[in-house]
């Protein structure tokens, strides 16, 4: 799955990513490709295959909805806001999922794993009464210690379980969100702004960070251009990721975790452990998932406890394979396409279909394409 | 010596011949049993796989009550001969086989193994082909059960009718008595002891009652010695009653106590039929292995062989736990700047040799790299003290077939020994130097010749030959002292074959000390100083590559008694 044009990543292949997305694993341009006479049907075709279908019915659902907005004069400056916003919110939870693919763990349906050490952060840090960029960077740091010795018991477990990852994520996922559901109730947090004002115990279900870091990324170095307010520091936080996890998977270790999984054979003659590949897999996912909710409840200005995180993988997962990534191979370009599309139709949705359909569908339409999009993507057979 | 196998058909079959070759049987009313009439015939069998010859043209014969033996060298065509007899379908998928099967003078083709057995053959596998949760009675007679008419069954349908499992028992009672086994009938497949196993397959066979050809594949490879002394027995029992039985087997001993007469196979054709009373194991393996086309490249074991420099790999008391092909207790040398051929039969343990030195598979005894002492079990110690290996599963250990050449290439180099990175303070985290893989990647594509699109191609598209070329390039990157490389012509084309020897040759000559496994014994004859022959997981002999044909045909027999 290698793209052309780079060298030692392989499968990284982040210039060819998207362009895979149609037929993982297939032959690299069939020669059937090249032939001369280009018909708009071929061309449609050449164009489906370097894009993917599902990319281009959903580009093409989405641009369907501008044009709507447009027509029924709505407030596109303000959809394209919403947008900018929400992809910069959830981006870093869907790069997440990124090195457990590339580590042969599949799916990372157990994200919510990092997401509760995410908000231990959040919560810790508010709990201390820390403000401004001290209370975030807390927060993060926090989060990312206690993801370490988490996703290596993850790791641990999905070592046990091979072949079954994704199940088993999912449901250590829900025990992990259940078990801390009790923790936030009975966790000894006092600050009277966290806690239930009757009793004196016990977390509230939403945190407001309104005083505390709330939208601190977001605003930083904002800029409003043609009536489209930017989330500059959450954007460049995200891409900076986006670069800093392609370039990982150019290095010794990136490799070595890409290589493991493409032959765990292979791997084992070279000298490199399946199982601790898995681990750093797992390991570094969670990480990242943390760091994730925590940028994601600085730009949604809450921080939600209890079973908040339950489904919050389902949608990230559903973003990446979007971007055209399978259950065996992933890129940082997918991550970003798939986020875009996702949530743009995610936020246009609503307000463009309320004013059509005089009813809101737009719920039924996320569950819809995020589930079906799941399903597709856990159907679709790696051809060889 | 060699009896030409006669062709042609028994009782009143006419042949005719009709334009090129082209042979039409025309069975006439009349019917005249004889008793040497060939119960089942093979004419020129011809069978490709990806247009490489396997099978060229393999004619025989099997008559009631005769044992015919079926031997010749791993790859020689004796498994495709037998998947084709028996309707596998991995020879449809790969295209069919031309000739004809006749069956009593009938023409046959059998698209799976079903209908094979329903005319009449059977098939006593090397591995076992019985449900270990089945009781023996019930794995005998399985989809063939005895039924009754039940409560059930007529409303619907046969489906449902009843076991008669009296029946079962009393049927499966007397296969196993034929076989002369007396183990209880209904006693759970899972509890038996292994050389039992091989009697419940066989009285499987010999309860079908239309069984008229029985092949039995190295029934006897898996035997405690007085076990396939039982197995011959009951062999030569079943053949007085009337069966026609191939008997395929390594041991050259068993073919002159039981087989009426003798087939060798080689390269895919049939090298001589003989009748055992008139030929020697001496002479079958002759035959078997063949004489070497030439014994090139003689100045190699000129200019390092006779001073005998010292070891740069000891090996004592090896052991090594690898399916299949299991070491048991291998003490051998590798001497500086030496060659030294590992041959043998597959399943013998040859290329468990090298997969134990480089810890692939759980092993016990001694390594010693220029004296130094290697741990086992640990392939990243094995290369850094400077070994590299070839797997013999290219696809499965040799490669990573999703990626790039390149990658493939340095992959072992960048992880293990830290080279192609860019400088970084943290080793782990050191970016691979893209363009420094290229250079090296191309380098070694033109040096391997390896025929590609460029080094960003990706191997799973590659012929065998250059994927083996990756292969080889990966280990080269390596810059090893001690090269072992398994099977490294295996399933490869002319050219390439060429190719890859000649790259071995000059990595010799450039001092790295070489092992070669390899089921092709003439290829390792041709380049090679020593030859060890490794039988049921020893060093049955280690011969000069110029030994007589004989010693090595023996050796592999595991009877180098004879030989000297």
């Given amino acids: 799955m290698s793209g052309p044009a780079d060298p030692v990543t392989g499968g990284a292949g982040e210039d060819a990513g998207g362009a895979r997305g149609g037929a993982p694993g297939g032959p690299p341009a069939p020669p059937a490709d090249a032939s001369p006479p280009p018909g708009p049907v071929s061309r449609v075709r050449a164009l489906a295959r370097a894009a993917g279908v599902p990319r281009l019915v959903i580009g093409f659902f989405l641009i369907v909805l501008f044009a709507i ?24 939870l869907v790069l997440a999922l990124l090195p457990a693919i590339r580590g042969g763990l599949g799916l990372n349906f157990g994200l919510p794993l990092g997401i509760v050490c995410g908000l231990t952060g959040c919560v810790v840090s508010l709990n201390a009464g820390m403000k401004g960029w001290a209370g975030l960077g807390a927060a993060a740091l926090i989060g990312l210690l206690l993801s370490i010795p988490v996703g290596w018991g993850y790791g641990a477990i999905l070592n046990r379980t ?23 109730l009975l966790a000894p947090f006092h600050n009277p702004q966290l806690v239930w004002a009757l009793g004196g115990i016990g977390l509230r279900t939403t945190l407001s960070l309104s005083g505390a870091y709330d939208k601190l990324l977001d605003r930083f170095l904002a800029f409003e251009i043609a009536g489209i307010s930017v989330p500059t520091g959450t954007l460049l936080l995200f891409a900076g990721f986006c670069a800093l996890t392609a370039l990982f998977f150019r290095t010794r270790w990136g490799i070595t975790i890409a290589a493991a999984r493409a032959n765990p054979r292979f791997a084992r003659a070279a000298g490199i452990s399946y199982t601790a590949t898995r681990t750093q897999a797992a390991i570094l996912s969670t990480a990242l998932g943390a760091l994730g909710i925590v940028v994601f409840a600085q730009s949604y200005g809450f921080v939600q406890l209890y079973t908040a995180p339950l489904y919050m993988a389902f949608p990230a997962v559903a973003c990446l394979l979007i971007g055209g990534a399978t259950v065996s191979n992933a890129t940082v370009l997918h991550v970003i396409v798939g986020t875009v599309l996702f949530q743009s139709i995610l936020t246009v949705a609503l307000p463009v279909t309320s004013q059509v359909v005089q009813g809101d569908i737009s719920e039924t339409a996320r569950l819809v394409i995020q589930n079906g999009m799941i399903l597709y993507a856990l159907t679709r057979r790696e051809k060889r | 010596m060699a009896a030409a196998t006669p062709i042609g058909c028994g009782r009143g079959a006419a042949v005719s011949c009709i334009g090129a070759g082209v042979r039409i049987v025309t069975c006439t009313s009349v019917y005249h049993p004889r008793v040497t009439a060939p119960v089942l015939e093979l004419r020129a069998i011809a069978k490709r796989y990806e247009g490489n010859p396997v099978l060229k043209g393999v004619s025989l014969t099997a008559a009631a009550g005769e044992i015919h033996a079926l031997v010749g060298e791993n790859g020689a065509g004796k498994s495709t001969l037998m998947n084709i007899l028996f309707g596998m379908p991995v020879i449809r998928e790969t295209g069919g086989y031309e000739g004809e099967i ?49 409560l059930l069954s007529r409303v619907a ?28 009938e209904w006693a759970l497949v899972a509890g038996l002891p292994v050389g039992h196993l091989q009697f419940v397959e066989i009285a499987r066979e010999v309860d079908r009652s239309r069984a008229r050809v029985v092949i039995f594949d190295e029934p006897t490879a898996v035997l405690t010695e007085s076990e396939a002394r039982e ?68 100045h190699v074991v000129q200019t390092h062989g006779a001073d005998a420099p010292a070891p740069v790999l000891s090996v004592r008391d090896l052991a090594v736990a690898m399916p299949g092909e299991r070491v048991d207790g291998v003490t051998l040398e590798l001497r500086r700047g030496e060659i030294l051929g590992i041959g043998g039969l597959a399943g013998q343990g040859k290329t468990g040799i090298a997969n134990g030195i480089m810890g692939l598979y759980p092993a016990t005894g001694s390594v010693a790299v220029e ?21 013999e599963d290219r696809r499965g250990v040799g490669l990573l077939l999703d990626e790039s050449i390149e990658l493939n290439m340095v992959l072992t180099a960048l992880e293990v020994q830290g080279r192609f990175l860019r400088k970084f303070p943290i080793s782990g985290l050191r970016l691979a130097n893209r363009k420094a893989v290229r250079a090296h990647a191309q380098a070694m594509i033109r040096r391997l010749d390896v025929r590609c699109t460029g080094p960003a191609q990706q191997v799973r598209r590659l012929s065998g030959g250059n994927q083996q070329k990756v292969c080889l390039a990966r280990a080269m990157t390596q810059e090893p002292r001690i090269l072992l490389v398994s099977e490294p012509t295996r399933g490869i084309d002319v050219g390439a074959k060429a190719r890859v020897l000649e790259v071995l040759t000059e990595l010799h000559l450039a001092g790295v000390s070489l092992i070669i496994t390899s089921s092709e014994l003439v290829e390792l004859r041709s380049i090679c100083d020593r030859i060890a022959i490794v039988h049921a997981g020893r060093i049955a002999a280690v011969l000069p590559p110029d030994a007589p044909d004989a010693a090595f045909g023996l050796a592999m027999a595991g009877e180098q008694d004879l030989a000297s």
């Fill in chain 2, 102 to 150: 006749l069956l009593d003078g009938k023409p046959a083709r059998f698209d799976s193994p079903q209908q094979a057995m329903a005319a009449g053959l059977g098939m006593v596998h090397q591995e076992f082909m019985l449900l270990p949760g089945f009781a023996v009675a019930e794995n005998i007679k399985l989809n063939r059960e005895p039924t009754r008419r039940g």
């Fill in chain 1, 69 to 92: 907005a447009v027509a029924t004069r709505m407030d596109v400056p303000g959809l394209l806001t919403d947008s900018l916003a929400r992809i910069a919110r959830n981006g870093l």
């Fill in chain 1, 162 to 184: 091979r072949g079954q990852e994704m199940m088993v994520g999912t449901y250590l996922g829900f025990a992990a969100v259940s078990g801390m559901s009790i923790f936030w």
């Fill in chain 2, 157 to 184: 349908g046969r489906k449902l009718e009843t076991l008669d499992r009296a029946r079962m028992g009393a049927d499966t009672r007397a296969a196993l008595d034929r076989v002369g086994l007396s183990i209880d």
């Fill in chain 2, 371 to 391: 004296g130094r002492p290697l741990p086992l079990g640990d392939p990243r110690a094995a290369i850094r003290a400077g070994l590299a290996f070839v797997s």
């Fill in chain 2, 231 to 298: 197995m011959l027995r009951v062999m030569r029992d079943l053949a007085r009653g009337g069966l026609a039985i191939l008997f395929i087997t390594h041991r050259l001993d068993e073919i002159f106590e039981v087989a009426s007469r003798i087939t060798v196979l080689r390269d895919g054709e049939v090298v001589a039929t003989l009748d055992p009373a008139r030929t020697s194991a001496v002479h079958v393996a002759e035959l078997m292995v063949g004489r070497p086309a030439k014994v090139a490249a003689a």
